[in-house]
């Protein structure tokens, strides 16, 4: 997803939520050379805006196994977008359409509206431990106030799971768009997983910089100073075949890991994480490399807030592609289907 940027602060963040608005009414003040980001005044349900779902009901999360991990969709929020599907994704086809509301129908909603959900998934590896990819909107006040439905549930989606916050050892945030940061930080500013290395893309990081994002003193500053920080640079296994493979993994096979992928193009340091089990056991955790079906039905329809959108169409067919070869199950963010078998 993208998001309005702007120069607020965390400070302000706060404010305007203790003010009683989750929705925020600062303007965007720095200049972007992506694609006009959306205005948080277009987030703001209106008479002709289909109003913000509030928080979900935390629902069970679907698991899948992979090797000796156990992969948990967890499910952070869900609501309408602000934005028509057909303005969203204006390259796609009539077919196009009509292949995705097979593959995902519930992201169809009245009115054109494109209902999608805000998903994070935690891997349980060997010895109770813990990577989770992304971290959801985040409470009442967070930066992805201005758009996305607020607060998250992800707090009471791990407790109630028995994840406790300090056994989460990895934190990947696929990107620093603030629907996969949200819940990074506290609201007073410190590590949320207090034993986390955050893992970005190094290429991120400095793209943001260079942007005058929000999201440096949200999320990247605190996470800095508090040592927490973990930059990338292109792929790296963050959880290697020492990790429960054991004698399990026939010879001549990879074997039970999770690696960071760059996946550029969503944003110019954008990742995906690969959990892997061995040949045709894996699950990919797409983050934004795709945002609805309609880009599983055809790769090349691009969405509207892609930073890079040829980029982000390579990128897209690659991971299909590669994907299609392992039989691989895809984990995306914002398809209303946490796991999705490619045919
Ligand atoms: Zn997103």
Redesign the pocket.
């Known amino acids: 997803?993208?998001?309005p940027q702007g120069s607020v602060n965390r400070r302000t963040l706060l404010l305007a939520a203790a003010a009683g608005g989750g929705v925020l009414t600062a303007g965007p003040a720095s200049a972007h050379a992506r694609p006009a980001p959306h205005r948080p005044a277009h987030a703001r349900p209106g008479p002709d805006r289909p109003a913000h779902a509030g928080p979900i009901r935390p629902e069970r999360p679907a698991v899948r196994s992979v090797g000796c991990f156990e992969v948990l969709a967890l499910r952070d929020a869900a609501g309408p977008f602000f934005l028509p599907y057909d303005e969203a994704f204006s390259g796609a086809s009539s077919n196009d359409w009509a292949a995705a509301r097979r593959i995902d129908p519930a992201a169809f909603g009245p009115d054109r509206t494109w209902q999608l959900d805000?998903r994070c998934y935690a891997i349980r590896r060997p010895g109770d431990r813990y990577t989770l990819v992304d971290t959801g909107v985040g409470p009442q006040g967070s930066p992805a106030s201005a758009w996305a439905p607020v607060p998250g549930v992800l707090p009471q989606l791990l407790a109630g799971n028995g994840i406790d916050v300090r056994r989460v050892d990895t934190v990947v945030l696929t990107?620093l768009?603030e629907?996969?940061a949200g819940w990074a930080v506290t609201a007073q500013g410190v590590p949320m997983f207090p034993n986390a290395r955050y893992v970005m893309q190094q290429r991120e990081l400095d793209a943001l910089e260079a942007d005058g994002s929000e999201m440096i003193g949200y999320v990247v500053r605190p996470l800095r100073e508090a040592g927490r920080l973990h930059p990338v640079d292109g792929t790296v296994v963050l959880s290697g075949d020492t990790v429960g493979a054991g004698p399990r993994t026939p010879a001549g096979r990879h074997g039970d890991r999770i690696r960071v992928v760059p996946t550029p193009g969503?944003t110019p340091g954008h990742q995906s994480v690969l959990v892997e089990g061995g040949r045709h056991d894996q699950v990919v955790v797409t983050?934004?490399v795709l945002?609805h079906a309609v880009q599983i039905a055809d790769p090349d329809v691009g969405y509207r807030y892609e930073a890079d959108q040829h980029l982000a169409r390579l990128t897209r067919r690659n991971l299909l592609d590669s994907a299609r070869r392992e039989r691989a199950v895809l984990a995306t963010?914002?398809l209303n289907r946490p796991f999705v078998e490619l045919r």
Do not use: K, N, Q, R
Request: aromatic share 14%.
């Open positions: 997803m993208s998001y805000f990107h768009h629907d996969h969503h983050g934004d945002v963010a914002h």
